[in-house]
């Protein structure tokens, strides 16, 4: 991989490691009991709420901002009920559209991992425009390479994302629904 030209590291003295022999059963992953579970003891925590999900921002990442999408009831990927799988996918598509159409983000990644964590969260980082060496897949380690971006930059991007997200979407900034 070090000859692909979006490779973040040299070639010279990278060695992979050795693979493993598998242990099973594999360790379980936090949350798997929804009692114990962070992400429903931080349910009503974010920049942006719905009945069902929520949005919140990644501090210190290296990318212009990095952005977590959660059900805010106890749901892994597999285990999503038909209609949240459905708004999910018109959460993705909102939420990409929206920091694809910050000035300084070319595109918009996406991706849900889970190896971690039992409760479904879904990672969307900015890729800065102009910087062809982040593309693709290694954005995620180079995000954990570069210097943390200013934190005032990325707040103000978020609450630009958020506003577009309310005024396409719906939701508030607020975990509480407004009072009838």
Known sequence: MTDWEICPFDADGLRVAPL??????EP????????????????????????????????KVGVPLAIMLHPRDHYDLADLPDELAAELGVLTTHLAR???????????????????GAHLHVWFFARPEGQAQLYGSWLVVWDDLLPE???????ADASTVVDALIASYGGRRDPAPAAP
Do not use: M, N, S
């Open 20 to 25: 493993r022999q598998p242990v099973l059963p």
């Open 28 to 59: 379980g992953r936090h949350g798997e009991d929804p009692a114990d579970c962070q992400a429903c003891a931080r349910r009503d925590e974010g920049i942006w709420f719905h009945d069902r999900w929520r949005l919140t921002r990644i501090k």
């Open 98 to 116: 929206h920091v694809e159409a910050l000035p300084h983000i070319a595109r918009c990644h996406v991706y849900r991992i889970g190896d971690g």
């Open 149 to 155: 971006y200013p934190a005032a930059e990325a707040e």
